[in-house]
C-alpha cells in the first residue's frame, strides 16, 4: 500500500523537478515575481515620499504677521515665499490650478488691531488638494497656523484659555505591545496572501496532473496496473501539496525579502522574529493542513473535468471565494471565537492563522481546525477514489 | 485455469447528442458488445476479428477491467472482472492505442515505474527490460522522452511496458498498427513465442491475414455480436471457398439483411 503511493508519488514529483520549465514558472516565478513587484511598489512610495519632502514649496504670503514670520523661520521650511500682489489675484489662482504654486496665504491688513481688540478675524487660503505638493503645503501650514492660534489665545487669556488638558503629566499615555500591534498587522494583511499562494501554486500542476492526463489518455495506462484507485490519489494529492508548499513559500520568501522595501519611507521596522519556534510549528502545520484541503478540492475538480481547460474554468469560482473569505478578516485582523467557524474548510485555516498571528490561539480552536481539515482531506480523497472508478468520469468522451 | 472466459457480456454506451450525430443514429443508447462470450486457452492464440465500430475494443477494455460489463462477466484464471479487478489486472498485459505513455518521461524511466507498480523487484525489472529492450530496438532511444519519439517507437515502447511483469494473458489491441512490416513481424513473432510459453494470448484486428498467419482459434465480431467462434480451420471448413475472407464479407452481408428487415 504505501510502496505504490511513494511510487507513484515518487513519479509525480519527479515530473515537476525534472521539468526545467515547470521548476521555473511554479517554484521561481511566483517569489520572484513578488519580490520584484513588491520593492518597485515599496521603492516608488518611498520615492514619492522623498520626492515630497525634498520639493520646494511655493507660497504666496500677504500681511504675515511679525510674530508669525518669526515663528515659521525657526522651523526651517524648504520654501520660497512671494508677496501677494492684489491686481495679479486671477492669475495666481490660475497658477495654483496648474501646480506652479502651491500655496496663498492671505492676512487681513487689520489682522494686528483686530486681535488686540477682540475682533474675529478671518485668514484666506488657496490651494489645490488635486496637486501633492499643494495638498502637503496646506497641511504643513494648516499645522502652523493653528499652533499659531493657540500661542495667541493663550498670550490673550492665560491658563483660563484652556478649558481642559490632556496627558500632561501621563507617562504611561500611549500603552501598546509592540510585538502585538506588529503581529496585529500581519494578521490582517498575511492570511489572505497564504491561501491565495498555495491556491495558485496547487492551480498550477494540480490540472495538469489528474485533467491533463485525462485528456492526453495516460490515465488509463495507470488505470489497468494491480494498483488501487486510491494509491493512486493519495500519491498524487501528497506529490501536488509538497509542490504547492514549495510554490507558496517561494512566495513567502518573496514577501518577506521585500518587506524592508516595501516600508522604506515609512520608517517602520517590521519583521518576522517577534514569533517564537513554536508559533511557526503550528503555522507551518496549519499550512500543512490546508494545502491537503486545497489540493483535495483541485484534483476533484480536475478529475471531474474533461480537459485541463475545463478544470482551470471550474476552479476559477473556489479560487474567488477563498480569496473574499481571506479579504473578511483584513478589516477586522481578529479571529472568530464561535467553535463552529473552525469546522468550516479554508476559513477555518484563515482564522487559526490570525489567531497564531496575534498570539491568541485556543487549544480547542487549532486542534479543531487540523482534526476537520484532515477529515474533509479524508472525505476528498474517498470522492477521488470513486471518481477514479468511475469509467464515465475516466473515458467520457 | 489458466483460460480466460468470456460470459454473456453485454455493454451499452449512452450517446451524447455529438455521437449521435458522428453515428447517423436517434437512438440514445449503443449496444456496442451483445452479449458476447468466447474462451480463449493457454497456449493458444485467440483472433477477435471484426469491421470497425464491431465492438472489439470495448471487449478487451472489458477483459482489462477499464470498463464494466452491464451484465455478465469474464473470469481471467479464476478471477472474475467484477469481483476481484485488482488481481485480473495483475495477470494481463493489456495494450490499445488508447493507453498512451507520459511524454515528459524516458521508456527506459516508464519500464521500471509500472514494473515497481505490479511489485516487482528492481532486479528483476532490470532483467526484464534488458531482454524485452533489445527484442523489439528499444535500446537505441531507452533515454530518449517519449515525446520526441515516433508513433512506431512508441508503440514498441507500450508493448514492451505492457509485457513489464511477464503477464500470463496477453491482451493487445491491434498490435501492429502503426508499425513498418519489420517491427510488424517482430511483434508477431514475439506472440508465436509467447503461446509456446504456454500464455493465453488474445488479440483483436480488422486484417484477416494476420489473423490467417496468427489465430489458432477466431471469433468474427459484427454489430457487437458473435457471429461465429471456432479453430482457424473449423471456421474456414464451414464454407465453400475455404477463403476467411469470403466468410468475413458473406456474415457482414448478412448482418445487414438482417439488420434491415
Ligand atoms: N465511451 C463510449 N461512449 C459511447 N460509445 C462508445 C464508447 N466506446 C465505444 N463506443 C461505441 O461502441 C461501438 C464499438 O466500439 P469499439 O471501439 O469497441 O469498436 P472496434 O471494434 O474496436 O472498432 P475499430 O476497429 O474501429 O477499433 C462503436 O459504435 C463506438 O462508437
Ligand atoms: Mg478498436
New interface residues.
Given amino acids: 500500500m504505501m510502496?505504490?503511493i511513494a511510487?507513484?508519488f515518487r513519479?509525480e514529483f519527479y515530473?515537476v523537478v525534472?521539468?526545467k520549465r515547470l521548476i521555473f514558472t511554479t517554484i521561481l516565478l511566483p517569489g520572484l515575481a513578488i519580490y520584484l513587484m513588491y520593492s518597485f511598489l515599496g521603492g516608488a512610495m518611498g520615492n514619492e515620499f522623498e520626492d515630497i519632502q525634498s520639493h520646494e514649496m511655493i507660497v504666496y504670503v500677504e500681511n504675515v504677521p511679525e510674530d508669525f514670520s518669526d515663528y515659521l523661520d525657526t522651523l526651517d521650511l524648504n520654501v520660497i515665499y512671494t508677496d501677494y500682489v492684489p491686481s495679479e489675484h486671477d492669475e495666481l489662482l490660475d497658477l495654483i490650478l496648474i501646480g506652479e504654486v502651491d500655496l496663498l496665504l492671505r492676512f487681513p491688513t487689520t489682522f494686528n488691531s483686530d486681535i488686540d481688540g477682540g475682533i474675529l478675524s478671518d485668514v484666506l487660503t488657496y490651494y489645490n488638494p488635486g496637486e501633492k505638493y499643494s495638498e502637503f503645503s496646506y497641511g504643513v501650514y494648516m499645522t502652523e497656523l493653528n499652533t499659531y492660534r493657540q500661542s495667541v489665545a493663550y498670550d490673550r487669556y492665560g491658563e483660563a484659555f484652556y478649558v481642559f488638558t490632556t496627558d500632561i503629566n501621563n507617562d504611561e499615555h500611549i500603552i501598546i505591545d509592540e510585538d502585538k500591534a506588529i503581529g496585529q498587522g500581519f494578521a490582517m494583511l498575511l492570511p489572505m496572501l497564504i491561501i491565495m499562494f498555495l491556491f495558485s501554486g496547487a492551480m498550477s500542476i494540480g490540472p495538469d496532473s489528474i485533467a491533463g492526463?485525462k485528456e492526453?489518455?495516460?490515465i488509463?495506462?495507470?488505470?489497468?496496473?494491480?494498483?488501487?484507485r486510491s494509491e493512486i490519489a493519495i500519491g498524487k494529492v501528497l506529490s501536488l501539496s509538497v509542490i504547492s508548499l514549495f510554490s507558496a513559500s517561494s512566495s513567502f520568501i518573496g514577501i518577506i525579502l521585500s518587506l524592508p522595501k516595501l516600508l522604506q519611507g515609512t520608517g517602520e521596522e517590521i519583521s518576522m522574529n517577534i514569533y517564537s519556534m513554536g508559533d511557526f510549528v503550528m503555522l507551518f502545520t496549519v499550512l500543512l493542513a490546508t494545502v491537503l484541503v486545497i489540493v483535495g478540492i483541485i484534483s476533484i475538480i480536475s478529475a471531474y473535468a474533461k480537459t485541463i481547460k475545463e478544470a482551470s474554468m471550474l476552479i476559477l469560482p473556489f479560487y474567488f471565494l477563498s480569496i473574499v473569505m481571506g479579504m473578511s478578516t483584513m478589516f477586522s485582523g481578529e479571529a472568530h471565537s464561535n467553535i463552529f467557524i473552525y469546522l468550516i474548510p479554508l476559513y477555518n485555516s484563515i482564522n487559526i492563522i490570525i489567531s497564531i498571528l496575534t498570539f491568541e490561539v485556543v487549544a480547542t480552536q487549532y486542534i479543531l481546525t487540523i482534526v476537520s481539515s484532515l477529515g474533509y482531506v479524508v472525505i476528498f480523497i474517498i470522492i477521488l477514489n470513486k471518481l477514479f472508478e468511475s469509467?464515465k468520469i475516466?473515458?467520457s468522451? | 485455469m489458466q483460460t480466460l472466459e468470456v460470459r454473456n457480456i453485454i455493454k451499452t454506451f449512452k450517446l451524447?447528442k455529438k455521437?449521435q450525430k458522428l453515428e447517423k443514429t436517434k437512438e440514445k443508447l449503443k449496444v456496442a458488445v451483445n452479449d458476447l462470450s468466447f474462451t480463449a486457452y493457454p497456449g493458444e492464440i485467440f483472433g477477435l476479428l471484426g469491421p470497425n465500430g464491431a465492438g472489439k475494443t470495448t471487449c478487451l477494455r472489458a477483459i482489462?477491467?477499464?470498463?464494466?460489463p452491464d451484465s455478465g462477466d469474464i473470469i481471467v484464471g479464476g478471477s472474475s472482472v467484477v469481483k476481484d479487478s485488482?488481481?485480473v489486472?495483475?495477470k494481463?498485459g493489456?495494450l490499445t492505442s488508447?493507453?498512451?505513455?507520459?511524454?515528459?518521461?524516458t521508456p527506459s524511466y516508464l519500464f521500471t515505474?509500472?514494473g515497481?507498480?505490479?511489485?516487482i523487484d528492481e532486479e528483476l525489472i532490470e532483467k526484464r527490460k534488458t531482454v524485452l529492450f533489445s527484442r523489439f530496438g528499444i535500446d537505441d532511444f531507452r533515454e530518449v522522452k517519449v515525446g520526441d519519439l515516433s508513433t512506431g517507437m512508441k508503440q514498441k515502447a507500450s508493448i514492451a511496458?505492457s509485457l513489464v511483469h511477464n503477464p500470463e494473458f496477453v491482451i493487445f489491441d491491434e498490435p501492429t498498427n502503426g508499425l513498418d512490416v519489420l517491427t510488424a513481424r517482430s511483434v508477431t513473432d514475439y506472440l508465436v513465442e509467447l503461446k509456446h510459453e504456454g500464455k493465453t494470448v488474445i488479440l483483436s484486428t480488422h486484417i484477416l491475414s494476420v489473423v490467417d498467419k496468427l489465430c489458432d482459434k477466431v471469433g468474427i465480431i459484427i454489430n457487437g455480436k458473435m457471429k461465429i467462434c471456432d479453430t482457424l480451420e473449423n471456421v474456414k471448413k464451414s464454407h465453400p471457398s475455404n477463403d476467411l475472407e469470403e466468410i468475413f464479407f458473406d456474415l457482414i452481408e448478412e448482418d445487414e439483411l438482417g439488420g434491415n428487415a
Fill in positions: 510502496k505504490n511510487t507513484v513519479k515530473r525534472s521539468d492526463e492526453r489518455g495516460t488509463a495506462t495507470l488505470l489497468v496496473t494491480p494498483v488501487k469509467e475516466m473515458f468522451k | 451524447s455521437q482489462s477491467t477499464l470498463i464494466k485488482m488481481d489486472r495483475g494481463i493489456f488508447e493507453l498512451k505513455l507520459e511524454d515528459h518521461f515505474y509500472f515497481k507498480l505490479h511489485g511496458i
